[in-house]
């Protein structure tokens, strides 16, 4: 019995020494007991966290940019381009063209740059494919002041009956079809007509834009009568058309895909360029550019949609002016209201018409009669009237319809120009038929279209090259004394009215001693 307790004394005595903490002296570790883990081992080598405690850090989600809040606007059209691209040799050969001429892109997105922006919002606004942007560039190249050889008119090319007929006004003073955001809602108007006729099918209603809805509905009863596919790509349509929207698809896939296919289109700054303000009056284009501290230009570059020095006398006056000019624009345009217009003091003189004065000084018979209170055009010699008038000279309003179809008129075409005017009964088709030329390059060079119509005093220039053996040369002749355009003509064998075209001579009563005329001459007809 003492021998059992004594082994239960000993086994708990040893039990207690196990349990007591190491004495702070005793650092060396009994040669028979394992190692102790270091301190350092256990920094380096952190235990494993629990799941739960991995769960509950949060990961970096990468904030995703927006169409709307890209820096370039093509990126925020293309983007947003939906459409597929199908794999059609038409298709391929507009995106082979796009891509061989880089050039184009460069000049479109040049010309777009006022303007993208504005039409992009709308047709965001809408819920429009965006698509629809790009179809400016098929249309007229993004040229606000494109006209086509079937009377097509502005970024949109509406002609004339069916500009009229989505509320696109066009008078002497104003052409709506060139207005960009009149013309830009008229055209996502009848886009949209045009897409609910053809049940929302896309294509179609993007070739009837081109060539008509009767047409496409046409080409597609067709091919329904002939047990035949409906798809745009099925039909028989006019060769216009069927390459209409396949240069908008080709156009689409390579805005989306720049990178891939290589092309770097110039950026175009996501953001308003311009912005739209109405002075409530009319105003001349020139001080209008002076509110707002930019050139006459410029304004009218924006503007394209005004023919004339001013604004409309009974409106629109909307002007697109840049975003940094509208505070100025506003202040200069409240501490001068009423003065945006020049009026001339005139004093009537025997023999003058409201007509022909309304001609001399480049606007109407109606604003000179309301500008004077007349309720007919009958004047009187010796009274005075009002006639509002532009503050610079015509030259100085280089885009009015008069200047470009000056410049237009100006550009060599030919060895020698000449000029016609129209007189009653003449077509397009008789002058050219008379002067030996297509009847497309005569009105091509007036600024015309084949199918228009031309009026009574109208002149037109002719371009011609040396045929049936004549021999034309360009004859400087310095006037003498008792000369006269008639009789210049006469010894060189030229018509007089061509005289005057050559040398701008319109505005000159007569000739001075000294002067130099320029003269196209057959020198086989003369002998001087």
Avoid at 294 to 309: D, F, R, S, V
Wanted: glycine residues 6%; aromatic residues 8%.
């Amino acid at each position: 019995m003492r021998l059992k307790y004594s082994w239960v004394l000993a086994f708990m005595l040893a039990g207690c020494q196990l349990n007591q903490p190491p004495s702070s002296t005793d650092t060396t570790p009994e040669t028979n007991q394992p190692p102790e883990k270091s301190t350092v081992s256990e920094v380096v080598k952190p235990s494993k966290p629990e799941p739960s405690k991995v769960a509950e850090q949060p990961i970096p989600v990468p904030k995703v940019i927006t169409p709307q809040e890209q820096d370039d606007v093509w990126q925020r059209i293309a983007m947003q381009l939906e459409m597929s691209i199908p794999k059609h040799k038409k298709v391929d050969y507009y995106r082979t063209w796009y891509l061989k001429h880089p050039g184009h892109l460069k000049t479109v997105s040049e010309r777009a740059k006022p303007f993208l922006y504005l039409i992009t919002e709308r047709i965001e606004a809408r819920g429009l494919p965006l698509e629809l942007a790009l179809l400016p560039i098929v249309e007229s190249s993004f040229d606000p002041f494109a006209y086509s050889h079937g009377s097509a008119s502005g970024l949109w090319q509406f002609v004339s009956a069916t500009g009229k007929m989505y509320g696109l006004d066009q008078s002497y003073w104003y052409d709506g079809r060139r207005d960009v955001l009149a013309a830009t809602d008229a055209a996502l108007d009848f886009l949209t007509d045009l897409n609910e006729r053809f049940d929302g099918n896309w294509h179609h209603a993007i070739a009837a834009y081109n060539s008509g809805g009767g047409r496409v509905s046409s080409a597609i009863r067709k091919n329904r009568k002939a047990g035949k596919a409906i798809d745009f790509f099925s039909l028989d349509l006019p060769k216009e058309t069927s390459s209409y929207v396949p240069k908008l698809l080709a156009l689409a896939d390579i805005v989306k895909n720049q990178k891939k296919y290589g092309i770097d289109i110039p950026l175009i700054a996501n953001e308003p360029v311009l912005v739209s303000v109405d002075p409530k009056e009319q105003l001349d284009l020139a001080i209008a550019a002076q509110y707002a501290g930019i050139e006459t230009k410029t304004l009218q570059g924006y503007n394209p949609a005004y023919n004339q020095w001013s604004t409309a006398p009974e409106g629109p006056h909307q002007l697109l002016i840049p975003v940094e000019s509208q505070a100025r624009f506003m202040t200069e345009l409240e501490a001068n209201r009423g003065k945006g217009v020049k009026l001339v003091r005139y004093k009537v003189k025997s023999g003058d018409a409201i007509s022909l004065l309304a001609k001399r000084f480049n606007t109407t018979s109606e604003l000179i009669r309301k500008a004077n209170g007349l309720s007919n055009n009958t004047i009187q010699a010796g009274k005075y009237l009002l006639i509002p008038n532009s503050v610079q000279s015509d030259s100085d309003y280089a885009l009015t319809a008069n200047n470009r179809l000056e410049k237009t008129q100006t550009q060599a075409r030919g060895e020698i120009k000449l000029s016609h005017v129209v007189k009653s009964g003449d077509s397009l088709w008789s002058i050219a038929k008379a002067n030996k030329v297509s009847h497309q390059s005569l009105a091509k060079w007036n600024g015309m279209g084949p199918k228009d119509t031309l009026r009574i005093g109208q002149k037109l220039v002719i371009w011609k090259k040396s045929t049936d053996g004549a021999v034309i040369r360009t004859v400087f002749y310095k006037v003498r004394s008792g000369d006269t355009i008639s009789h210049i003509a006469s010894k060189f064998k030229v018509k007089g009215n061509d005289i005057v075209q050559w040398n701008s001579l319109h505005n000159q009563k007569y000739l001075k001693p000294g002067q130099q005329l320029k003269l196209y001459v057959d020198v086989t007809k003369v002998s001087v």
